[in-house]
C-alpha cells in the first residue's frame, strides 16, 4: 500500500516466466556467484584418526 492514501498503487508486471509446480526456483544471481567460486586457497588438514580423538586402542 502506498504511504500517501490518494495515491495509485503501481501497476503489477505480468510476465509468463512463472516456475511451474514441481520446478525448482531460479537461484538470483548473488546466489550464483557465490556457488561458482570454491575457496580454494584454504584446503582443510586432515582429519586424525578416530583412535587419535578419542583416546582408546581398537580392540579386536
Given at each position: 500500500?502506498?504511504?500517501?492514501?490518494?495515491?495509485?498503487?503501481?501497476?503489477?508486471?505480468r510476465s509468463s516466466n512463472v516456475p511451474r509446480h514441481g520446478?525448482?526456483?531460479?537461484?538470483?544471481?548473488?546466489?550464483?556467484?557465490?556457488?561458482?567460486?570454491?575457496?580454494?586457497?584454504?584446503?582443510?588438514?586432515?582429519?586424525?584418526?578416530?583412535?587419535?580423538?578419542?583416546?582408546?586402542?581398537?580392540?579386536?
Amino acid at each position: 500500500m502506498p504511504k500517501n492514501i490518494f495515491q495509485r498503487p503501481q501497476p503489477i508486471k505480468r510476465s509468463s516466466n512463472v516456475p511451474r509446480h514441481g520446478a525448482p526456483l531460479p537461484m538470483s544471481r548473488l546466489e550464483a556467484r557465490r556457488v561458482a567460486q570454491p575457496k580454494t586457497d584454504k584446503e582443510a588438514p586432515p582429519l586424525p584418526a578416530l583412535e587419535t580423538l578419542l583416546g582408546k586402542t581398537p580392540q579386536s
